[in-house]
């Protein structure tokens, strides 16, 4: 699904990314770890472009959407997104949050079907048989895409047992609440693969175990997530595989069973040694 080809992203003259290459495939569980500063918030950021990749491409369904020539919000629409601070808009109510992007992305489509089909009839006026083409069918309306996001987004609350809160502001929701909202806000958009930067750790320690039991389900259920994360316990147990990064290079990447139980690269020892102490 994604194949990463030697990444680099440089700030200035600091050099943060320095020739980073990865294959993910459809389904897998990706943990990327590392000390604080080692890259890797950045490199999830350069995997849909939030942060602009200084060299290297990133294959994503067969297109580079590292190139400055590709429109990148068309794939960002497969790419969900996680943030450490939720970064849901505060004056929009919960279920508002949950419909925005299915709402205007669905919009946005049809509004340039409609311009289609006006400039289709006119052209139409100059041509003659084969050379005529045919309006494309539209068979929704914004009400019906509005009414659709809404039943969509309510099923999504439903599965995470916030149902009751959807009519109410994020600033009245607990961390963890706000964090299972942020996912099923990504799962809004039907992803094709979920990016994860730290999601538990801005959370009491309490929390944690709530946002973890969710992307757990997502996992079982065969959704394809990186996870830059801190919680060693979770890689083990839901991972197939563990990256670790240090100074903007891979430095051993393995299935947990082996990253945990026999590093190789004398720096992970260390870092090992030191977390899981």
């Known amino acids: 699904m994604i194949d990463v080809i030697n990444l680099e992203k440089k700030f200035e003259d600091t050099e943060v990314l320095k020739g980073i290459s990865v294959t993910i495939e459809k389904g897998d569980i990706v943990v990327v770890i590392g000390p604080s500063g080692s890259g890797k918030s950045t490199f999830l950021r350069c995997l849909n472009c939030m942060e602009d990749p200084t060299g290297g491409q990133i294959i994503f369904n067969g297109v580079d959407i590292a190139d400055m020539k590709v429109d990148i919000n068309v794939h960002r629409r497969r790419m969900g997104m996680v943030f450490q601070h939720f970064n849901l808009f505060y004056n929009k109510t919960v279920i508002q949050n949950i419909m925005l992007a299915p709402v205007l992305v669905q919009c946005q489509d049809l509004s340039r079907a409609k311009r289609r089909n006006v400039w289709l009839r006119v052209t139409n006026l100059f041509r003659k048989g084969p050379a005529r083409r045919e309006p494309v069918s539209i068979d929704t309306t914004k009400a019906k895409i509005k009414a659709q996001a809404h039943e969509n987004a309510l099923c999504l609350l439903r599965r995470i047992g916030l149902e009751d809160k959807a009519d109410v502001y994020p600033s009245t929701l607990s961390g963890g609440q706000k964090q299972r909202v942020a996912i099923i806000r990504s799962l ?29 389900a997502l996992a079982k259920e065969g959704m394809t997530m990186i996870i830059v994360t801190h919680e060693m316990g979770f890689a083990r147990e839901v991972a197939n595989k563990v990256i670790f ?17 026999a590093p190789k690269n004398p720096r992970l020892k260390e870092f090992l040694s030191k977390v899981l102490a």
């Open 188 to 216: 809004a958009m039907n992803p094709d693969v979920i990016l994860f930067d730290e999601p538990t750790s801005a959370l009491d320690p309490e929390m944690v175990g709530e946002v973890l039991d969710l992307m757990k």
């Open 245 to 261: 990064i240090d100074d903007g290079k891979i430095l051993e990447s393995a299935p947990p069973a082996e990253f945990f139980g």
